[in-house]
């Protein structure tokens, strides 16, 4: 699940750049002499207002961008069709990075000498050999949602705790202590995420699960997960019967004292102003996990592809667009996306608690990337959903059975490719 969300801005001086493309790009380097590049990339939430932007930034600088829309969901092959064809393919284009960004790496500029590179924020660049590829749209991050008012998040901040306060919670009956919600990545795509992303070589150890050498009821992070589920199952709502909307509602009014949940939470807390839910993103009770989620969905890439000239006009717009006062304004509060970059101030007394928490993290590198960039393509909605659905309809089935069942699905997945 990708997605966005809020913040203000400061202003900072508009830079020009020097860069020499990593690709087959040839001709005049003069970037004056362009006066149209093209644009195509997959959030389409954000389309309309980047066409809004494009016309700004034609009456700046006198070049016209063209925003190219998707013709469907299937972006990833869109794009490798259309950057196949170096006279008509984009100047501009997007990907999530991982292995979808490395399908696509030889197209990409190196941006490594840009002007906007030293100030994309820590960890938050796309680099293959210590090349800046890509530019981060945004960040977005999730953990435990709390309701402070219900819960001291310091007394389920481990595994034996969280399960502690499930059953307690149940048996009280005044409120459930947490609450999955029936969505694939709610239901099983961002807690698997979260156990895996906690390994010290997230893709080596994505590669050693798809091959079998690695068996996830082996290691401790999904140990402690199956405990976890085994406790959600029987102490909790099921979440076959609760969708996102419910799940947000039962946490905002008190039913609820804990969700795993991320900052696009926010434009569903405006229709519950009467709560009194305190609020408040922490880690995940994995043992000794002090971190939440912290990423980038998508990233800016330049076609290398394309002539020297039109590279460089294609930097100058990703320079202006994370620089100048309109590209910020519209990222902020257009986009309504928090920056990875540096550059990009904000006030943080004026956001909200859960956006103002993946900022710092952000900012200061204290979170972990999301080792989902790694997994084979499509299995959670293919291949995990499946289990995790079985798990909550057969209640005899032990957490260790399926987290066990999970790993074989990485190897079956794997092999599809």
Request: glycine share 6%.
């Amino acid at each position: 699940m990708k997605i966005k969300r809020l913040l203000a801005i400061t202003v900072t001086a508009l830079a020009a750049i020097t860069l020499a493309a990593c690709g087959k790009s040839s001709g005049s380097s003069d970037a004056s002499s362009v006066k149209k590049i093209t644009i195509f990339q997959s959030k389409v939430e954000i389309t309309d207002d980047l066409k809004k932007l494009a016309k700004q930034y034609e009456k700046e600088k006198g070049v016209k961008v063209e925003v190219w829309g998707t013709t469907g969901d299937d972006y990833i092959t869109q794009v490798k069709t259309k950057l196949s064809n170096r006279t008509s393919g984009p100047n501009i284009f997007s990907s999530g990075g991982g292995l979808e960004g490395e399908q696509l790496k030889s197209y990409m500029a190196n941006m490594s000498d840009a002007a906007f590179a030293k100030n994309i924020a820590k960890n938050k660049a796309f680099e293959i050999d210590k090349k800046v590829l890509g530019l981060p749209y945004s960040v977005e991050g999730y953990g435990l949602i709390v309701n402070k008012a219900l819960v001291d998040p310091k007394s389920i901040n481990d595994p034996d705790k969280f399960i502690a306060f499930l059953k307690e919670s149940k048996a009280d009956g005044e409120f459930t202590g947490f609450e999955l919600s029936q969505e694939s990545y709610f239901l099983i795509g961002h807690m698997l995420n979260t156990a895996f992303s906690l390994q010290k070589n997230q893709r080596q150890f994505v590669q050693d699960v798809n091959s079998g050498k690695v068996k996830l009821q082996n290691v401790d992070e999904f140990k402690q997960l199956a405990k976890i589920y085994e406790a959600i199952r029987a102490y909790t709502n099921n979440p076959l019967q609760v969708n996102y909307d419910k799940q947000i509602g039962d946490f905002m009014t008190g039913k609820t004292a804990s969700i795993n949940q991320g900052m696009w939470i926010n434009p569903l807390l405006s229709s519950y102003k009467n709560s009194t839910a305190e609020l408040a993103m922490v880690p995940f009770p994995f043992e000794g996990n002090d971190k939440i989620a912290v990423d980038v969905p998508q990233y800016w890439h330049v076609n290398a592809n394309k002539s020297s000239a039109e590279v460089k006009a294609s930097m100058d717009f990703l320079n202006w667009l994370t620089s100048s006062k309109t590209g910020q304004d519209y990222i902020v509060n257009k986009f309504q996306m928090i920056p990875a970059m540096t550059n990009i101030k904000v006030d943080t007394a004026k956001m909200d608690t859960l956006s103002r928490t993946v900022y710092d993290a952000s900012q200061s590198g204290d979170d972990f990337s999301w080792a989902s960039v790694y997994w084979p393509f499509g299995i959670v909605d293919t291949d995990l959903v499946p289990v995790a659905q079985k798990f909550f309809t057969n209640k005899s089935m032990t957490g260790t059975e399926f987290v066990s069942q999970l790993s074989a699905e990485f190897v079956k997945a794997a092999q599809k490719k």
